[in-house]
Structure formats: C-alpha cells, structure tokens
C-alpha cells in the first residue's frame, strides 16, 4: 500500500514571493505518477501539476515546478510570484501506474493550508 | 459544460436514517470514484467503479454501497447513517485511455449526521 505525507498543515506566504510545499511518499512501486490538486474555498479540486515517475525532467506549469526526488521519494511544489487567488488547501496525490490496471485510483496526503498575504 | 454534478450539495441526516448521493458526468469517462475528506485526513476513496455495471471497494468501503447502472451516474448509498459518516464527499471521473490522467471532480456535497 501506498502512503502520502504533507508534513505542513499549514503555510502563509506574502504576495509575489515564492513558497514551498513538501510531500513524501513511501511505495515500492517503481512506475507511478505524482500529482499537486489545488482546493481552494469553493471546495473544487483542480490539478495544478502532474509529474511522471520514470521522467527525471521536474514538471512545471507556468509559476508552478515540482521538485521530484525519486530515490528519496520526495515530490515538493514551488509557488513563484504568489498571488492572492492561489489561497487553498494544497493536496499531494500518487496514482500507481499497474499498466492500465490500477484504475486511476489516487492516494492522498493530509493537506496543506496555503494563505496569500497581501 | 456541466463536468461532473453531484446532488445534493448540502444534506442533514439523523442516525439510522438512510439516503443517496448522485453524481453525473457528461465527459463519457469509462472510471468513476467516490471519495470522502475529512480534516487532516486528506480524501479517501470509498468505493470506484471502472465500468458501467461494475463497482469495487477502496480503502473506506464500511458502511456504504454503489451503483453504476448507467455510464454516466455512479450513485453512493447510506442506508443507516452513522455520525462518523458525517464529512464532505467527492465524486471524481477519468477516462479510460488516460494512464496516470487526470481525475475530474464534483463540488462536493456535505454531509452531517446528527
């Protein structure tokens, strides 16, 4: 069984500067993928960030970049150039890749709190 | 461009009382999942289905029962409420093709049971 840690309940940030949000994770799979939902008070889960486990390339989407670890089973999300609307909760997820057998099922960590200060 | 929709938002139960939620999806996804999140617990699935006719349990099956008998809803049961079963409940859809795609949520509905 997979399990995912966000070992940071909570996080504040002033705007326009960048933050970090950890995760680890402990499988002894080696194909999976890793994701970062955004949750932000309008209780929507939007994905914000995907990364490839067999890709050693971090993934990133515009002021969003992952940090991935694989051998220390790592996975963090930086924010750059924080802005207001990017206040939510913050989920890491693991989805095992079983050759199309898994059935996209994810795995989540506890969530981290992200506010913006202005 | 609907998504995924999930009725009722907001629903008040009292123990024993039994009810079910509905989640549609337009998007024609092959998979199916119903979550439940709790605080400092994340989202935790409860029950997922991988085809119209099939369901199968995840790690928080106790308590609740699933249907698909059509594509498009995948319906989540109570039939006697319990007040730790009081949370918010997601359901999310993925296409078959899409190893390691994206899961698309409803709004979530929010359950209290009393």
């Known amino acids: 069984a997979q399990t995912v840690t966000q070992s940071q309940p909570e996080m504040s940030v002033q705007e326009a500067e960048t933050v970090t949000l950890s995760c680890t994770y402990d499988t002894s799979e080696s194909n999976y993928y890793l994701f970062w939902y955004k949750q932000p008070p309008s209780r929507q889960m939007i994905l914000v960030i995907r990364q490839e486990a067999y890709k050693q390339q971090n993934a990133t989407e515009n002021r969003f970049s992952v940090n991935f670890q694989k051998a220390a089973k790592s996975f963090s999300l930086k924010i750059s150039d924080s802005q207001l609307g990017d206040t939510a909760m913050y989920f890491c997820?693991?989805?095992?890749?079983?050759?199309?057998?898994?059935?996209?099922?994810?795995?989540f960590g506890q969530g981290t709190i992200l506010t913006v200060h202005p | 461009n609907a998504g995924v929709t999930q009725t009722p938002k907001f629903r008040v139960l009292k123990t024993g009382q039994s009810m079910t939620l509905l989640c549609a999806q337009d998007m024609n996804h092959e998979y199916m999942y119903w979550y439940r999140q709790d605080p400092g617990m994340g989202l935790r699935l409860i029950h997922y289905s991988v085809g119209e006719g099939t369901t199968a349990k995840g790690e928080v099956p106790d308590g609740y029962n699933v249907s698909r008998l059509k594509k498009q809803n995948f319906l989540l049961g109570l039939e006697s409420a319990a007040p730790s079963q009081t949370s918010v409940y997601f359901c999310a859809s993925s296409h078959l093709a899409a190893r390691g795609g994206e899961l698309f949520f409803g709004e979530g509905s929010r359950l209290t049971v009393l």
């Open positions: 997820a693991f989805m095992y890749d079983a050759g199309g057998t898994s059935y996209g099922k994810l795995t």
